[in-house]
């Protein structure tokens, strides 16, 4: 199979759902990343084989999103594109369906990434309501639209709203922040452990931002409907967050008993990112600069109430995958959806009773050192935007890794519904 290289990769800023992207549709910005992406590659658009894009809650006006992206973007229409959805992971698993055409030779050059608008997920009303409408609809005279009419109930007013209906699992029927009461519960995770990893992924963002680190990743966006305000970082670092302001905030998902709050949660978010994808032979003869290798990838399975440890039951089948063991990873990122997940995973990876029981694994994988780890902050801090946030970790991973020189890079994530993703990444 033929080497799979990164080129370069971009993402608007991490917004808050309901702030300043709540104008830009899904659609929108995607369109305002891959072209951005197009744009500072100097890229060909009639060499782009396809498009892919990860996306969950796709607008009813923009069905197949990847495709209305790739049109927005200046793609040329005869390029075809495919919107992939897997949950939390939907952003990885564009780059992992690029990754398998340009190995198995169906493809040279493909653009993929992910986007999420979650501030206009729609709220919904009851089919009775809607039931209503249609038979007013084929009314043939007023009177009989009138009657129709005249069977609406308060109740019908009643909205059903859409995200927490997309963030409540239909097997086990638990919410995200839910499953993550159940990790904590079982793994004796204390609140003030939760708040103290929340905290330092505040930290770290602030850094990384004073830094100038993200903004390498970052293309600065013109929000309608002024267009003279330009958002330039991500709006949910808190720079003066500290424990004392965490501690006061109370659980959410079990308000008697709970731990997991808003602060020690990732954020309801508004995002895109796209990659450059190409065959190392296409990237080489473009004079294209590699950003990185894809090694390996892989998805896996389990309890959807436990969906939080995802990333211990991905992680080992795309190492192995790769070839490598734990220890040779020199960098790691880890989707923070909740405090508690991350750290039920971090005792996971160590231990060995726990690996056993909960990955079928004797031997642990090993201890995830937190000094290499969601080095620049991560979504407590930046954001989820569900369908983008996969992409986003391998371009931040990959831009970090270009920064420290290393080698070998994790990226990985829980998938609500009970998956994890993983995906293997090197710099040669």
């Not at 100097?42 to 607008?59: K, R, S, T």
């Not at 075809?80 to 169906?106: E, F, L, Q, Y």
Request: proline share 5%; charged share 20%.
């Amino acid at each position: 199979m033929r080497e799979v290289v990164i080129v370069e990769g971009i993402r608007t800023p991490y917004v808050k759902a309901g702030t300043v992207f709540k104008s830009l549709p899904a659609q929108e910005l995607g369109r305002i990343v891959v072209h951005e992406l197009i744009e500072r590659t100097e890229l060909d658009p009639e060499i782009i084989d396809e498009v892919v894009v990860g996306n969950i809650a796709q607008p009813p006006e923009a069905t197949n999103i990847a495709r209305v992206i790739a049109l927005k973007s200046g793609i040329p229409r005869n390029v075809p594109a495919v919107t992939v959805a897997r949950n939390c992971a939907s952003g990885m698993d564009a780059i992992a369906t690029a990754h398998v055409k340009i190995s198995a030779g169906m493809a040279d050059v493909i653009i993929a990434g992910g986007v999420e608008s979650m501030s206009n997920i729609p709220l919904l009303y009851p089919q009775e309501y809607g039931e209503v409408l249609a038979e007013a609809a084929k009314a043939r005279s007023f009177g009989q639209k009138l009657e129709a009419f005249t069977h609406i109930r308060p109740k019908h007013f009643k909205p059903i709203i859409g995200l927490q209906v997309g963030l409540t699992d239909p097997i086990c029927e638990l919410n995200m922040g839910e499953t993550a009461e159940v990790l904590a519960k079982e793994f004796g995770i204390t609140r003030q452990e939760q708040d103290m990893f929340a905290l330092m992924s505040h930290q770290r963002a602030t850094m990384a931002t004073d830094l100038g680190k993200l903004r390498e990743e970052i293309v600065p966006v013109f929000p309608p409907p002024q267009y003279n305000t330009v958002v330039d970082e991500d709006n949910g670092i808190r720079k003066n967050q500290s424990l004392e302001a965490l501690g006061k905030l109370r659980a959410v998902f079990d308000r008697d008993y709970g731990s997991v709050t808003a602060g020690n949660s990732s954020q309801i978010t508004d995002g895109a990112a796209a990659v450059l994808v190409m065959s190392e032979e296409k990237a080489k003869a473009l004079g294209m600069k590699i950003l990185g290798y894809v090694r390996s990838y892989a998805f896996a399975g389990l309890d959807p109430a436990r969906m939080g440890l995802g990333p211990a039951v991905a992680t080992p089948r795309a190492l192995r995958l790769a070839n490598v063991s734990f220890k040779d990873i020199q960098l790691v990122e880890i989707n923070e959806a909740f405090a508690a997940q991350v750290i039920a995973n971090e005792m996971v990876f160590r231990d060995a009773k726990l690996s056993q029981k909960w990955i079928g694994r004797e031997e642990p994988l090993g201890e995830i050192n937190r000094e290499i780890l969601n080095v620049n902050g991560g979504a407590i801090a930046l954001g989820h935007p569900v369908g983008s946030s996969g992409t986003r970790l391998v371009l931040t991973l990959l831009k970090e890794m270009q920064r420290r020189d290393l080698n070998l890079g994790l990226a990985t994530l829980c998938v609500g519904g009970g998956q994890g993703g993983a995906m293997v990444v090197e710099r040669k």
